[in-house]
């Protein structure tokens, strides 16, 4: 399958459950803003009104939903994210940073799930028409520490025991090992602080190698 990229700069945010990515995305938005940049901030499920609806019956749908209809909805709202509101973003030359992309799928469903970390790419680079992001942070944690973190209710995922969480943290590594061009291992039991500088450092020499490409409207 072709491979499609766009002249934005697309970032992703990848990790387990309270990791921070929520936390980071909003701190490298801000810090984006305060650079000239109008990021475009979305996540997978629920960056679009569709998405919202995907995303409860995701995290707060039946328990006993099988794999395979639960990789469905995610392809489902990843399909519609990317055609409407990922893609026009990058083709307009914006820089978009999103908490989750296809990587959650290929560790959460293709490893924890079982249903197949080659089989469930695939699927979703046809689903995405094969976008790749350039840049994709793996905020590392391991699962009894986001576990201490963890606040509030849980949701269906999170309520996992902690060995699907293992399996999703070793795929995680894997997929960060298979593509270190892509991949940004950062230790998320860091200062908030530490993790951002890391960040900023990444993202600042990308800018620097994109910026003929990315929107003119730099305010």
């Not at 000239?36 to 006993?64: A, M, N």
């Amino acid at each position: 399958m072709e491979l499609r990229q766009a002249p934005g700069l697309y970032i992703t945010f990848e990790g387990g459950e309270a990791s921070g990515k929520t936390t980071q995305i909003e701190l490298t938005s801000k810090w984006l803003v305060e650079r000239g940049y109008t990021p475009v901030i979305t996540r997978e499920p629920g960056g679009t009104e569709l998405g919202k609806k995907l995303r409860e019956l995701i995290l707060h749908g039946p328990k006993d939903m099988d794999p395979r209809c639960e990789l469905s909805l995610y392809l489902a709202d990843r399909a519609y994210h990317v055609a409407r509101k990922v893609r026009p973003a990058l083709e307009a030359g914006k820089v978009v940073v999103q908490d989750r992309y296809f990587d959650s799928s290929i560790a959460y469903q293709g490893a924890a799930r079982k249903l197949g970390t080659a089989e469930v790419r695939e699927l979703n680079l046809w689903a995405t028409q094969g976008l790749i992001p350039e840049i994709t942070f793996l905020l590392d944690i391991e699962p009894k520490l986001s576990m201490r973190r963890r606040q509030g209710a849980s949701d269906r995922i999170e309520e996992e025991p902690n060995d699907f969480h293992l399996k999703v943290r070793e795929q995680y590594l894997q997929l960060a090992a298979a593509e270190p061009n892509r991949f940004h291992i950062i230790d998320a039991g860091q200062s908030i602080a530490q993790v951002q500088t890391e960040i900023q450092r990444v993202i600042s020499t990308a800018l620097g190698k994109k910026e003929a490409y990315l929107s003119p409207e730099k305010l």
